[in-house]
């Protein structure tokens, strides 16, 4: 079999498009850079080199490159002379023989099987350059495809330099190429510039290959949606669409039930067990795992969190946390990194948890923070109850046993412990150490002023109400002192 000697990723274009501040390949779809899609998408033919050519204000691509592909040969084109001259400068210093893999950085949507099916043609036919052609729906802006009288090759027209004839052509160049690298070096040198753009066209090397006797072809892709650029925020968005659909079809193929596939985004790289369903408007992101049987969403956000078997999480944000087997979250719960709950545990409506470990069967069924706290098993935690974790100068840990009961709007002041099978009295604000098996009280004792609204509000509906329940205004003692 023959080998892949070269890839090249020709990423100096300025972007404007996008008027973004961060470069266009950069640009992130499904979780990754656009530029990680066409470099992962090259991986499967085991290229011995990579290079890739970025623009001389591009640190940050550099940077990228450096830490996320370190084999990378990272090539600099000071002046974006066009692609013609970015290939001439990617092959400074490369091999002089071989077969190279030409493509943009801005292409994300190529898959391995297109470019693999490219390359077994383009070897298999012995050819010295070869060019992946398409048949689009609308081919402005692109490279037209120019044949002879007998379907051979020709050349490529630029949509700038083309010719209402040629304009009409709906075959287009997808810009990924295969070249023998001896051959597409002596093509380049006879680049000229005298083009609407006055740059370079690498589209030009297919025509002097074929004047100089030797064979160029276009091979067609059945997909022309995989050559999708993404130029601006509207192409961006219809790669990520595109994307987003192959993603899902993907997981219900492997017995993932998606009730809404339009609105469920998934990143690369999540993994989803079968027989989970994801309900509409959910977003999993980054390192997610999900066990068989839960249940997510509507409207979920999970960014890299692990979820077992059989647990629920609906209409709540998670993110770099452990969510445990037959566990439920939500509706609205908001857990924040750090965060494990443990099987059979329940986050419910309006709880925001944060670098807490909740234990087995434990449960903050409402209206609860929960901040820097190890809560045991079996432990019910009521609702409305804050775990008071910062001093205004410092975060503080609590510690909860198993089998605890805390009263509805209990303030946990932190640091501090409540022992096993321990409760607390609703409303109080426990400030010390609740030993095992007691109960803390923290809240001023109830009195009741007889009488006040009918002295107070006299006249009032509250006071007529309370006359027929039969008060009388007469007393002033305070039930519950002295
Ligand atoms: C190019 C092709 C066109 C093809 C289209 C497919 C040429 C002249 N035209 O047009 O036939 O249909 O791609 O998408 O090649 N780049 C550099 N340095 C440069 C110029 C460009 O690295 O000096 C890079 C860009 O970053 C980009 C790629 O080359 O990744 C293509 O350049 P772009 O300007 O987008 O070319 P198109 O007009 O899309
Ligand atoms: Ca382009």
């Known amino acids: 079999m023959k080998q892949l000697d070269l890839v090249i990723v020709l990423a100096a274009g300025e972007g404007t498009r996008m008027k973004s501040a961060l470069p266009k390949v950069l640009h992130p779809i499904a979780g990754r850079p656009i530029v990680d899609h066409v470099i992962n998408a090259t991986a499967p033919l085991h290229a011995k080199e990579l290079r890739v050519v970025v623009g001389a204000s591009r640190e940050l691509v550099e940077q990228h490159l450096i830490t996320q592909y370190p084999g990378t040969t990272i090539v600099i084109q000071e002046q974006r002379n066009g692609t013609g001259h970015a290939v001439q400068v990617a092959l400074e210093g490369a091999p002089q023989n071989g077969t ?11 898959t391995s099987a297109t470019l693999q099916e490219f390359f077994d043609a383009h070897t298999g036919l012995e050819i010295d350059a070869s060019v992946l052609s398409a048949f ?18 020709d050349g490529i027209a630029e949509e700038r330099d083309a010719d209402p ?29 005298g083009n609407a753009q006055g740059e370079l ?61 339009t609105t469920t985004w998934i990143d690369l790289g999540v993994e989803i067990a079968p027989d989970v369903t994801i309900h509409p408007g959910s977003a999993i992101t980054g390192n997610t795992k999900i066990a068989t049987g839960a249940t997510i969403g509507p409207r979920t956000t999970l960014s890299n969190v692990k979820v077992g078997a059989g647990a629920s999480v609906i209409e ?8 445990g087997a037959g566990a439920n979250v939500g509706p609205f719960s908001f857990i924040r990194p750090g965060t494990t709950l443990a099987e059979g545990s329940k986050v419910g409506a309006y709880v925001e948890v944060k670098n807490s470990s909740i234990g087995a069967d434990s449960k903050v069924p409402h209206l609860s923070y929960v901040g820097d706290a190890t809560i045991g098993s079996g432990t019910n935690i009521g609702a409305a109850t804050i775990f008071v974790n910062y001093d205004g100068v410092e975060k503080h840990e609590t510690t909860i046993g198993n089998d605890v009961r805390i009263g509805s709007d209990t303030m946990l002041v932190a640091p501090i412990t409540v022992g096993d099978g321990a409760y607390t009295a609703a409303g109080s604000v426990i400030t010390e150490d609740v030993p095992a098996g007691s109960i803390g009280v923290a809240r001023a004792k109830q009195r009741n002023v007889l009488g006040w609204v009918l002295r107070k509000r006299a006249g009032s509906k509250s006071a007529e109400s309370a ?4 008060a009388t205004d007469g007393s002033t003692k305070v039930q519950g002192e002295a």
């Open 201 to 261: 066209y690498l589209t030009d090397v297919l025509a002097i290959i074929k004047a100089a006797g030797k064979s160029a072809l276009a091979i067609r892709s059945n997909d022309y949606t995989e050559t999708l650029g993404a130029n601006d925020r509207s192409q961006l968005a219809e790669c990520a669409a595109i994307m987003r659909d192959r993603i899902n079809d993907a997981h219900m193929r492997n017995g993932v039930s998606i009730i809404d596939p």
């Open 100 to 110: 190279v893999l030409i493509l943009a950085g801005d292409t994300p949507l190529l």
């Open 165 to 193: 004839l040629q304009k009409e052509i709906d075959e287009i160049n997808t810009g990924v190429y295969l070249f023998d690298i001896a051959v597409l070096r002596s093509a380049l040198v006879g680049l000229k510039s």
């Open 136 to 153: 689009v729906p609308d081919p402005f802006g692109y490279g037209r495809i120019i044949r002879a009288e007998d379907g051979s090759l």
């Open 467 to 470: 006359k027929k329940a039969g």
């Open 316 to 323: 709540s944000r998670v993110a770099d946390s452990v969510i």
